[in-house]
């Protein structure tokens, strides 16, 4: 083995237990990239909606969600807490729900937005086209992005499923490094929770 490799080998073997680089965990992704771009999604307020309504915005957080995670619902008073407590520093929050269980459809969205008042919109794309494009497996899973609409951070909301145990938000850090124009410390981490119900795709039967 060369020098160079066995320098590679013990550097690999310093990094393992720290954040990785870009990209590392989503497949579809890397930060810095552009973010996609969705348009005419039906919100819970009855209208359609774009990332391009949010152009006066200097940071979009864009969230995968849904009604039916156990994981994703106790979050919605943690996205709740971050749409209300940086909107008035021109950040805007978005959640998307793209699983085709009745529970998860528009109608029942409707109802629970308006039952727990969520001050953020709430998207439904049946397509499903949208989590395809950004790479989301979980939900919850959370994007910010920058002014120039590029992926600014992916992963993770914080550090910990029960509140009182998180000792680093990831999404505020990247939201507060976004606005200053700098780079998170942390841009990527592995999203926790449910996986996102992706319609599957059955094979034809073979002629017997």
Known sequence: MTSFR?????????????????????????????????????????KPHSLAELKDKDVVVLVFTCASCPTATDYEDRIQAL????????????????????????????KRAKEKQFAFQYLYDESQQIAKQYGALFTPEFFVLNKDRKIAYMGAMDD??????????????AITAALKGEKAAVAETIARGCRVRFARKRRPAENQ
């Open 160 to 173: 910990s499923t029960d509140p009182a145990g998180v000792k680093t938000r990831y999404v505020e850090n």
């Open 83 to 110: 749409a209300k407590g940086y909107a008035a520093k021109n950040v805007a929050v978005v959640a998307v729900c793209v699983n085709r269980v009745e529970e998860d459809k528009l109608p029942a969205l409707t």
């Open 6 to 46: 066995l320098v590679l080998c013990a550097l690999s073997a310093f990094v393992v237990g720290f954040p990785l680089f870009a990209g590392e965990y989503n497949e579809v992704l890397s930060i810095g990239d552009a973010a996609p771009a969705w348009s005419d999604l039906p919100g819970t307020d009855g």
